[in-house]
């Protein structure tokens, strides 16, 4: 079980990869096949099998000897990782729970959607920059389908997001659009309508801290300087958001927080 999904995250991770190539310079993932960004040839079946060729390939291009971007193999294995974590979540948090309507299997495939949507953020705007509407919209919508199929979670989702768009759209527009995009406000509209009230809190709260101590430490090491220079911050929203869905309900077990859950 725990193989055949990490087997199953491994083969999507391959299509998160081709929309993390593709989406930002707006080429449909669907049309023509994948190619070496440096010799153009066109790759074969047997050097796309997920991790197993980049290793067998050494990290590079069978053509024309140029190194493959570490990002395949990571983001292949992250997505594998993911799924078995995701799925076990899901199986030990939505059975017993009696306000629960819905079958795990639809919840585990929202799940797996919103995750796998997530780690293309992640990615995208790691190596880009950018947050990608053709990610961030799609999200949008099927968490409105899943909280219409789900009445009882929809109105307190729905704050959550309503506050967390309004909150960030404040800050970026105090700042003026240099302390982050307008990406970033999409998007932690989608984790709202995700996380819900308390663990979209956790996430900030995680996204803001580590995004300052990065900050402070990429400064003082000398690779950025203080203006200027802008650093992604919808990893660190991401990385926040996915360490709330499965581990914010245990870590946010205190009394005060619970009146909120
Ligand atoms: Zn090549």
């Not at 200027?228 to 245990?250: C, K, N, Q, R, Y």
Request: glycine share 8%; proline share 3%.
């Amino acid at each position: 079980m725990i193989f055949f999904l990490f087997l199953l995250g491994l083969a999507v991770g391959s299509f998160l990869n081709v929309l993390i190539d593709r989406f930002p310079r707006n080429e449909s993932p669907f049309k023509g096949k994948s190619y070496c960004e440096s010799c153009k040839k066109k790759l074969l079946w047997y050097d796309m099998i997920p991790v197993v060729s980049f290793l067998f390939l050494k990290g590079k291009c069978r053509y024309c000897r140029s190194p493959l971007s570490l990002y395949y193999p990571v983001v292949e294995l992250t997505t594998g990782v993911m799924f078995v974590v995701t799925t076990f979540f899901v199986l030990n948090n939505f059975q017993s729970n009696l306000n629960f309507q819905l079958s795990q299997f639809v919840t585990l495939f929202y799940y797996l959607f919103i995750v796998s949507s997530l780690i293309v953020v992640f990615f995208v705007d790691l190596k880009y920059g950018i947050i990608l509407d053709k990610i961030v919209y799609p999200g949008i919508f099927i968490s409105l389908l899943y909280l219409l199929l789900n009445t009882s979670y929809l109105l307190q989702h729905l704050i959550a997001a309503t506050g967390a768009f309004l909150f960030f759209l404040v800050l970026f527009l105090v700042t003026r659009g240099r302390g982050m995009g307008f990406g970033d406000v999409k998007l932690v509209f989608l984790l709202g309508l995700f996380l819900g009230l308390s663990k979209t809190i956790f996430a900030f709260y995680f996204a803001f801290l580590t995004g300052a101590v990065l900050g402070c430490i990429l400064i003082l090491w000398g690779k950025k300087r203080l203006r200027g220079d802008t650093m992604p911050f919808g990893p660190f929203l991401v990385a926040g958001a996915i360490l709330a869905a499965f581990v914010g309900e245990s870590l946010l077990g205190l009394p005060w927080w619970s009146f909120l859950l």
